[in-house]
C-alpha cells in the first residue's frame, strides 16, 4: 500500500514559479512510476508529467512542456514538480499518483494508476 501527501501549493503571480511535492509511505515506492494530474473545476483531470521508478525517463503534457520539470528523491519517498513561468490556465487542484506496476509507459491515462493523494491548490492570478 502506498500514500501520497503532496504539499506545496499556493498563491502565485503570472509567471512566477512554484514547486511542489509529493511525499510517500511504504517501502515500495522507490519501484513505482509517479504522475502528476491536475483538474480545473468544471473540467476533467489531465496528465501533468511522470516520471520513471529512477528518475532516468520523464514525460510532459503540451501544455506544460518546457516550463515543468518532475524530479525525484527516492532516499526520501518524494516526488517534486517544478513549476515556473505560471500562466493562469495553471490553475487547478495538482494531484501525485502512484502505479502499481513498476515498469514504465510514461501513461497519460489516469485510470493507469493505483494510489492518489488529496491534491494540493495552484492559483496563479495577479
Known amino acids: 500500500q502506498v500514500q501520497l501527501l503532496e504539499s506545496g501549493g499556493g498563491l502565485v503571480q503570472p509567471g512566477g514559479s512554484l514547486r511542489l511535492s509529493c511525499a510517500a509511505s511504504?517501502?515500495?515506492?522507490?519501484?513505482?512510476?509517479v504522475g502528476w494530474f491536475r483538474q480545473a473545476p468544471g473540467k476533467e483531470r489531465e496528465f501533468v508529467a511522470a516520471?520513471?521508478?529512477?528518475?532516468?525517463?520523464?514525460d510532459y503534457g503540451d501544455s506544460v512542456k518546457g516550463r515543468f520539470t518532475i524530479s525525484r528523491d527516492n532516499a526520501k519517498n518524494t516526488v517534486y514538480l517544478q513549476m515556473n513561468s505560471l500562466k493562469p490556465e495553471d490553475t487547478a487542484v495538482y494531484y501525485c499518483?502512484?502505479?502499481?506496476?513498476?515498469?514504465?509507459?510514461?501513461?497519460?491515462?489516469?485510470?493507469?494508476?493505483?494510489?492518489w493523494g488529496q491534491g494540493t491548490q495552484v492559483t496563479v492570478s495577479s
Open positions: 499518483a502512484a502505479q502499481q506496476v513498476s515498469y514504465y509507459t510514461g501513461s497519460r491515462n489516469l485510470n493507469d494508476y493505483d494510489y
Open positions: 511504504g517501502r515500495t515506492f522507490s519501484s513505482r512510476p
Open positions: 516520471i520513471s521508478r529512477a528518475g532516468g525517463s520523464t
